[in-house]
């Protein structure tokens, strides 16, 4: 089955403890993105990577890595977790940027005490 | 700078009715307009898109309108049911440009009554 994992699926955490949310994709697809969503924000990039090794910043970046070593997986990292990082988190992907459709994960909820 | 203005947040329907949605964007580069639709507990999911060459596309129950001199979109649902109850997000996208990243509305929670 064509599909976007996550894990964890829901996370709660203490301020400064680093973490690691997991991303992996079995559609071949070269895009991938990190989203995050909160209520009356809708969602918001935080990175993407339109290929292996190439990875950039959305419109959110800050307090958040990821790196792209592997075409499937793209992984979240928060190296200090604090509370207005908590959030729902998705990633997503696609065969490339263009007029295509982008499939998104089924979220990682994040609540930093 | 939010660039695509989504409304209403929140839409109540009575079944068989109508479900309007609309969406303005600013950046007249953009060259596709998806909608996503997400149930609770789900990731988004592609629901219809649009390019700027046509003023309309229908899938089933659900269509797009398009007006490229207002720069406006909206999602029109017919006969809603039930089941169409969920969060729809317009987003916009330049394709041509060298970024391409989808930009999304905040959302409007679509709740239909029996």
Known sequence: EAQVTQNPRYLITVTGKKLTVTCSQNMNHE???????????????????????VTDKGDVPEGYKVSRKEKRNFPLILESPSPNQTSLYFCASSSRVGRNEQFFGPGTRLTVL | ????????????????????????????????????????????ALLIAIRPDVSEKKEGRFT?????????FSLHIMDSQPGDSATYFCAAANYGGSQGNLIFGKGTKLSVKP
């Open chain 2, 64 to 72: 797009i309108s398009f007006n490229k001199s207002a720069k406006q």
């Open chain 1, 31 to 53: 895009y991938m993105s990190w989203y995050r969503q909160d209520p009356g924000l809708g969602l918001r990039q935080i990175y993407y990577s339109m290929n292996v090794e």
């Open chain 2, 1 to 44: 700078q939010q660039q695509v203005k989504q409304s209403p947040q929140s839409l109540i329907v009575q079944k068989g009715g109508i479900s309007i949605i609309n969406c303005a964007y600013e950046n007249t580069a953009f060259d596709y307009f998806p909608w996503y639709q997400q149930f609770p507990g789900k990731g988004p």
